[in-house]
T-cell receptor, first 112, second 113 residues
Framework: KQEVTQIPAALSVPEGENLVLNCSFT??????LQWFRQDPGKGLTSLLL?????REQTSGRLNASLDKSSGRSTLYIAASQPGDSATYLC???????????FGAGTRLFVKA | GAGVSQSPSNKVTEKGKDVELRCDPI?????LYWYRQSLGQGLEFLIY??????PDKSGLPSDRFSAERTGGSVSTLTIQRTQQEDSAVYLC?????WGYGYTFGSGTRLTVV
């Protein structure tokens, strides 16, 4: 059974700092991995999707990496801004199944 | 449509009543998913539709929960005889096909009193 863990659960950083959010999963037979952000009281916004054959994806100040063999993904946020404050969720879709399993998220607060 | 639309955005119902939650996916998206997010909890998978069929309904918590999708488009999640533990935000997502990236709706916040 796939389990997805995100560390840390919460993070507070000053504006301008570079930061890394971690995601680990127990079953390496994944099809893809997605990173989302969720703002309070709102739905999820897709940030990056990494296929199992890829090592990383980049979008603006965001870079996500994937190491299937070690069951890990990281989301790197460069030059953080107060507008980056949100909960970041990692989600894994396995091969041979249909559901996508979500981690509990990392709550990020960027101080101005 | 331009995005995934869910209605109502908020629903307060009395314990024991039935409720229907609606999801209108992005036009052309064949895959549709329902998730539930309880207060302070992660997302819990409920059901996956491919077209009008549901190959995976393993996440439905009890037989009080059912869902259907018609015309390969709109989906309805029905909860019968609601209980207080059903209170949560119900999120719908769609994707072009299974394995593609998800687009989520804004959710329906259900409160059972």
């Amino acid at each position: 059974k796939q389990e997805v863990t995100q560390i840390p659960a919460a993070l507070s950083v000053p504006e301008g700092e570079n930061l890394v959010l971690n995601c680990s999963f127990t079953d390496s037979a994944i099809y893809n991995l997605q990173w989302f952000r969720q703002d309070p009281g709102k739905g999820l916004t897709s940030l990056l999707l990494i296929q199992s054959s890829q090592r990383e994806q980049t979008s603006g100040r965001l870079n996500a990496s994937l190491d299937k063999s070690s069951g890990r993904s990281t989301l790197y946020i460069a030059a953080s801004q107060p507008g980056d404050s949100a909960t970041y969720l990692c989600a894994v879709t396995n091969t041979g199944g249909f559901k996508t399993i979500f981690g509990a998220g990392t709550r990020l607060f960027v101080k101005a | 449509g331009a995005g995934v639309s869910q209605s109502p955005s908020n629903k307060v119902t009395e314990k024991g009543k039935d409720v229907e939650l609606r999801c209108d996916p992005i036009s052309g998206h064949t895959a549709l998913y329902w998730y539930r997010q309880s207060l302070g909890q992660g997302l819990e998978f409920l059901i996956y539709f491919q077209g009008n069929s549901a190959p995976d309904k393993s996440g439905l918590p009890s037989d009080r929960f059912s869902a259907e999708r018609t015309g390969g488009s709109v989906s309805t999640l029905t909860i019968q005889r609601t209980q207080q533990e059903d209170s949560a935000v119900y999120l719908c997502a769609s994707s072009l096909e299974w394995g593609y990236g998800y687009t989520f709706g804004s959710g329906t916040r259900l409160t059972v009193v």
